[in-house]
């Protein structure tokens, strides 16, 4: 009842900037990102890819309210390094990882094409006693 179209959710409107940097004046060498029309999704990604670089003292996020679309992401490094440019190097990193991922995802269903087995519901069974897709193999095993 109280929430706004769903639209309002991840589409920007004319003028909004996606980012918003806000330099922390108490934290030496951190900066907070907001980021709008995104969510716990994206937020989760970032703090993570954020914290595998070295050069990280800390980093985390939150939503301040469910409601509102955007989250804050709160960066500090060790000082060889801005937080600006530890989130950019993040979100390259990130891209990169994710089209790795969807090309293996791409290049295992095509192998189950080639194979040839034809499943008999929509989670992969086949005919066989109970067998799963991949006939033992892990989803893991790309």
Same mark, same amino acid.
């Given at each position: 009842?109280?929430?706004?179209?769903?639209? =309002?959710?991840?589409?920007?409107? /004319? +003028?909004?900037? &996606?980012?918003?940097?806000?330099? /922390?004046?108490?934290?030496?060498?951190?900066?907070?990102?907001?980021?709008?029309?995104?969510?716990?999704?994206? #937020?989760?990604? %970032?703090?993570?890819?954020? $914290?595998?670089? &070295?050069?990280? %003292? *800390?980093?985390?996020?939150?939503?301040?309210?469910?409601?509102?679309?955007?989250? %804050?992401?709160?960066?500090?490094?060790?000082?060889?390094?801005?937080?600006?440019?530890?989130?950019?190097?993040?979100?390259?990193?990130?891209?990169?990882? $994710?089209?790795?991922?969807?090309?293996?995802?791409?290049?295992? *269903?095509?192998?189950?094409?080639? =194979? @040839?087995?034809?499943?008999?519901?929509?989670? #992969?069974?086949?005919?066989? @006693? @109970?067998?799963?897709? #991949?006939? +033992?193999?892990?989803?893991? /095993?790309?």
């Amino acid at each position: 009842m109280n929430a706004p179209p769903r639209f =309002e959710l991840f589409v920007l409107d /004319d +003028g909004e900037k &996606p980012v918003e940097v806000t330099e /922390d004046t108490k934290i030496p060498n951190a900066a907070t990102f907001k980021i709008v029309k995104q969510d716990h999704t994206l #937020g989760n990604m %970032l703090r993570a890819q954020v $914290l595998a670089m &070295p050069q990280v %003292l *800390f980093a985390g996020y939150k939503v301040p309210h469910p409601l509102h679309p955007y989250f %804050l992401l709160k960066i500090q490094t060790d000082g060889t390094i801005t937080p600006q440019t530890v989130l950019e190097q993040a979100c390259t990193k990130l891209i990169t990882t $994710l089209s790795a991922l969807e090309a293996k995802f791409k290049r295992e *269903f095509s192998f189950k094409d080639v =194979e @040839g087995t034809v499943a008999e519901d929509p989670y #992969g069974a086949t005919g066989t @006693g @109970g067998q799963t897709w #991949g006939a +033992g193999r892990d989803y893991l /095993d790309f």
